[in-house]
């Protein structure tokens, strides 16, 4: 079975200019998540998709972060413009639906994101 | 936000245990007690979780303490694979909201 698939697994930009992220995850994960990992640190939550509808946004920067789960699969991770701040490794992940009985979540391998 | 402590490194010899603890003095009543682990340049991978009781997967076995404080993820037989960061997170059955701390940094030494 495949697992959560992420592209690109690298990316290089230059600051101020646009850059996304695609994710699929799971075949029949109702549940995504976009998760941020600055170097040394865990990931952060930045966002959760129950379906197509974004149930926690509260730690996405949404002056230049937007997110969209168009059908409720795959997803879209956007910033507009880039800062050199946003330089890290951005993380997809999915589970099958909120209040499963094991709600493990599965990771993708991830986007590292350098901002020059 | 949950928050657990955990000490920042370890080592253990490969083929024997690796006993990584964690600090949850903030957990609630009915938060679990969930383990995951990142290879290098990997997601992160689900290890175990447990509310109150000793668990045992094929992966590892968790022991949490009697007032929950605390808990101890053990790898019986530690392997070179097993090199990762560890991470200690609480969170509510079901809920999708973990917070992820620095971890602890495993190193398995041959």
């Known amino acids: 079975e495949a697992g959560v698939v992420q592209s690109p697994r690298y990316k290089i930009i230059e600051k101020k200019q646009p850059v996304a992220f695609w994710c699929n995850p799971i075949?029949?994960?109702?549940?995504l998540y976009w998760y941020r990992q600055n170097l040394g640190q865990g990931p952060e939550l930045l966002i959760r998709?129950?379906?197509?509808?974004?149930?926690?946004d509260s730690q996405l920067p949404k002056d230049r972060f937007s997110a969209e789960r168009l059908k409720g699969v795959d997803s879209t991770l956007k910033i507009q413009p880039a800062e050199l701040g946003d330089s890290a490794v951005y993380l997809c992940?999915?589970?099958?639906?909120?209040?499963?009985?094991?709600?493990?979540?599965?990771f993708g391998p991830g986007t590292r994101l350098t901002v020059l | 936000d949950a928050k657990t402590t955990q000490p920042p490194s370890m080592d253990c010899a490969e083929g024997r245990a690796a006993n990584l603890p964690c600090n949850h003095s903030?957990?609630?009543?009915?938060?679990?007690v969930y383990w995951y682990r990142q290879i290098h340049s990997q997601g992160p991978q689900y290890i175990i979780h447990?509310?109150?009781n000793n668990e045992t997967n094929e992966m590892a076995s968790l022991i949490i303490t009697e007032d929950r404080k605390s808990s101890t993820l053990i790898l019986p037989h530690a392997t070179l694979r097993d090199t990762a960061v560890y991470y200690c997170?609480?969170?509510?059955?079901?809920?999708?909201?973990?917070?992820f701390g620095t971890g602890t940094r495993l190193t398995i030494i041959p």
């Open positions: 075949s029949g994960h109702n549940t």
């Open positions: 447990g509310l109150k």
């Open positions: 998709y129950e379906n197509e509808e974004a149930v926690d």
């Open positions: 997170v609480h969170a509510m059955f079901g809920n999708e909201k973990l917070t």
């Open positions: 903030t957990i609630s009543g009915n938060e679990y």
């Open positions: 992940a999915s589970s099958l639906e909120a209040g499963a009985s094991n709600n493990e979540q599965f």
